[in-house]
């Protein structure tokens, strides 16, 4: 293993934090909200400790798999860790674990708060909530691979153990390239719904924080009601639309840009996707309805914003779906699992995963039927290799192994079986508000120190899909030679 190149590239993404951090130092001056010390005294320290991991010259630059993987997991764990500074030192929350916790939550695009209220806040430590979910968004090293020219494009292995989902397409040998594109793109959704919110009248700043929780699919906010304190269908309907386009595979508008249009609106997955949100909305539209006798418009228009925020695992709310039906809230767990497309800004299990689940139940169904015929598992008309379908259902089982080990820890406070399977799947699959006592008006500062450690993790496991932080902690790992 490359450490002295681990480390310098460690170097090169803690000094991109440092920069980060500066809108909201500025923020801070501008507003005059007393924490412009606890950002400065923050990006001193992230500037020290890179400019002593970028003193470290590597033999070899060569980024060999394993590299990548070590790369991605001490990255976002470092991120994480000094976004934590400013909560701390600005003594907004003074606690380590809850600090630490929240700024997992942020760059991990989860969500999840232990804060019980936020209007009251330094508006310049809401702005960096927003902003570690705006950066965690594609991800902290795609953001380094798009900025610095030094890096090589072997580097496919970070994107590989960064991005979400089963496999990276690799639409170009120059991954520095595509980090640019989606950037590009990236920029522009969050800018173009910036525009959107100011003609809907809402303030700047709020629109600014809204914009980049959306675009991430973050879903920290600067007001307590989060968008149900607007109360106004026009901004629902604008952060839907938005949340569903970045629930979609980001490749799909780079193709659109390339003039690959028809091949972009053929993708199965951004189909199964859509269609899952639109059968979902109708069927909690029909039972608020029939069950809450909720009038029509209200009906739908609460139904597709809440199914878009969970599905897209944004976490936005527009009204207490706690208080929901049963057959409703049974319908947000199953989106809750399934999460957005793959090589989005989502989380979950990926629609692309349960999609090939299907397939292949289907063919193993055919195969009882037809035991001769050969049946090949295809996706978007084109045969999935073996080792990707192993690879899928692997990953499905592991995910369900890290449900219950953290269930099992999770029980210990105490809380109802809802509260605790919730509160576990939100994290996971990078939600953020849950059920019962998580749910869109709750938060997790009642879980014991314990629980919100394993919490915390699985923010962590859910946004870099499990494998990255389990390898960090295998002996094997950091034994075997590249070789």
Not at 91 to 113: K, R
Not at 274 to 289: D, G
Not at 324 to 330: A, H, L, R
Request: a positive charge; proline letters at 4%.
């Amino acid at each position: 293993m490359n450490l002295r190149l681990i480390s310098k590239s460690l170097g090169a993404l803690l000094a991109i934090v440092a920069v980060c951090m500066l809108p909201s130092l500025i923020m801070s001056m501008v507003y005059s909200d007393g924490c412009a010390p606890a950002f400065t005294l923050t990006i001193v320290i992230l500037t020290a400790v890179s400019l002593i991991m970028n003193s470290i010259k590597p033999k070899s630059t060569e980024i060999y798999p394993r590299d990548g993987f070590a790369i991605v997991g001490f990255g976002w764990i470092l991120s994480a860790v000094f976004g934590a500074l400013p909560f701390l030192i600005s003594g907004v929350i003074p606690s380590v674990t809850d600090a630490l916790f929240e700024s997992v939550s942020g760059f991990t695009t989860t969500g999840a708060s232990i804060l019980a209220e936020v209007e009251s806040l330094p508006r310049s430590i809401i702005f960096w909530r927003s902003f570690t979910n705006w950066m965690g968004g594609v991800g902290v090293l795609a953001l380094m691979m798009a900025i610095l020219p030094s890096v090589k494009a072997n580097s496919i292995h970070i994107m590989q153990a960064e991005a979400p989902g089963p496999y990276v397409d690799k639409f170009t040998p120059r991954i520095s390239w595509v980090a640019r594109i989606l950037y590009v793109i990236y920029v522009g959704i969050t800018f173009s719904e910036v525009i959107f919110l100011l003609l809907g009248g809402v303030p700047l700043y709020d629109a600014v924080v809204f914009s980049m929780s959306t675009t991430s699919t973050g879903g920290f906010s600067s007001r307590d009601l989060s968008v149900g304190a607007y109360n106004s269908a026009y901004i629902e309907i604008v952060i839907t639309v938005f949340m569903l386009l970045c629930g979609i595979n980001l490749s799909l508008y780079q193709m659109i840009l390339r003039g690959k249009i028809k091949a972009a609106l053929k993708d199965s997955e951004a189909r199964f996707f859509l269609s899952v949100f639109v059968c979902a909305t109708v069927f909690i539209t029909i039972n608020l309805v029939a069950r809450n006798n909720t009038a029509f418009p209200e009906a739908i228009r609460h139904a597709a914003f809440q199914v878009s925020t969970l599905i897209t695992s944004t976490g936005f709310s527009s009204m207490d779906f706690n208080m929901w039906p049963e057959f409703s809230k049974t319908i947000l767990i199953m989106v809750m699992f399934m999460g957005g497309c793959t090589g989005s800004t989502a989380g979950g299990i990926k629609c692309m995963r349960i999609l090939l689940i299907f397939k292949i139940l289907r063919n193993e169904l055919a195969k009882i039927l037809h035991p001769n015929a050969v049946h090949v598992t295809r996706l978007n008309g084109k045969p999935v290799e073996e080792s990707v379908l192993t690879g899928i259902l692997s990953f499905v089982i592991l995910y369900m192994l890290v449900l219950a080990a953290s269930m099992v820890v999770i029980s210990l406070d105490g809380f109802s079986l809802t509260t605790s399977f919730t509160a576990v799947l939100a994290t996971v699959s990078n939600m953020g508000p849950g059920l019962d006592m998580v749910g869109p008006m709750g938060n997790y500062s009642g879980f014991s120190d314990l629980s919100k450690i394993v919490l915390t993790v699985c923010m962590l496991l859910g946004r870099l899909e499990i494998y990255p932080i389990i390898l960090l902690c295998a002996p094997s790992f950091w034994k075997q030679s590249n070789k």
